[in-house]
T-cell receptor, first 109, second 113 residues
Framework: RKEVEQDPGPFNVPEGATVAFNCTYS??????FFWYRQDCRKEPKLLMS???SGNEDGRFTAQLNRASQYISLLIRDSKLSDSATYLC??????????FGQGTRLTINP | GAVVSQHPSRVICKSGTSVKIECRSL??????MFWYRQFPKQSLMLMAT?????????EQGVEKDKFLINHASLTLSTLTVTSAHPEDSSFYIC?????????FGPGTRLTVT
């Protein structure tokens, strides 16, 4: 079983739609949680950290459920520029990050 | 935010040769840097943790004699792929941590022919 599991997609949605991604992790001792965005052939860039209380940054909302070991990302009013691969990332102490496979999203005009 | 650079961005080499990839923190000092590898349509996999002034810590399954890591200064870590083979072709990315946030270099695409 992978440490961090994501649906690889691809997700194809029209511009303006709301799209949600989910992720599960297996290590209950995981300490930090993130969503990264990776564009084709580029390095990952931090989109947002994820907290148990949930957090929102503009059109993006992230949620963490520690009991279920489940992380989600919601994108509202999607833009063409949101097309990318979204990586669910779990921190396991000593700065070690474990990456999910990524969910590929394409926003269509 | 913090800036991490990598050089070269792309390299093509022949099977059996060695390739060195540099990772630099441009505006901060990094006692710890990380090296990842990403195969097409797969996730980033941590290869090793590079510690300034000491030996790197390798993840299970990563051959330390094949992937040599040197972290001789607080701003530079190098990864040398020795005796490269076509199966080593991949996207190699380094990162460094600043206040619990990891910043990634732009990556090096290695193709071994």
């Amino acid at each position: 079983r992978k440490e961090v599991e994501q649906d690889p997609g691809p997700f194809n949605v029209p511009e303006g739609a709301t799209v949600a991604f989910n992720c599960t992790y297996s290590n209950s001792a995981s300490q930090s949680f993130f969503w990264y965005r990776q564009d084709c052939r580029k390095e990952p860039k931090l989109l947002m950290s994820v907290y148990s209380s949930g957090n929102e940054d503009g059109r993006f909302t992230a949620q963490l459920n520690r009991a279920s070991q489940y992380i989600s990302l919601l994108i509202r009013d999607s833009k063409l520029s949101d097309s990318a691969t979204y990586l669910c990332v779990v921190g396991q102490g000593a700065q070690k990050l474990v990456f999910g496979q990524g969910t590929r999203l394409t926003i269509n005009p | 935010g913090a800036v991490v650079s990598q050089h070269p961005s792309r390299v093509i080499c022949k099977s059996g040769t060695s390739v060195k990839i540099e990772c630099r923190s441009l505006d901060f000092q990094a006692t710890t840097m990380f090296w990842y590898r990403q195969f097409p349509k797969q996730s980033l996999m941590l290869m090793a943790t590079s510690n300034e002034g000491s030996k790197a810590t390798y993840e299970q399954g990563v051959e330390k004699d094949k992937f040599l890591i040197n972290h001789a200064s607080l701003t530079l870590s190098t990864l040398t792929v020795t005796s490269a083979h076509p199966e080593d072709s991949s996207f190699y990315i380094c990162s460094a941590t600043v206040e619990y946030e990891q910043y990634f270099g732009p990556g090096t695409r290695l193709t071994v022919t």
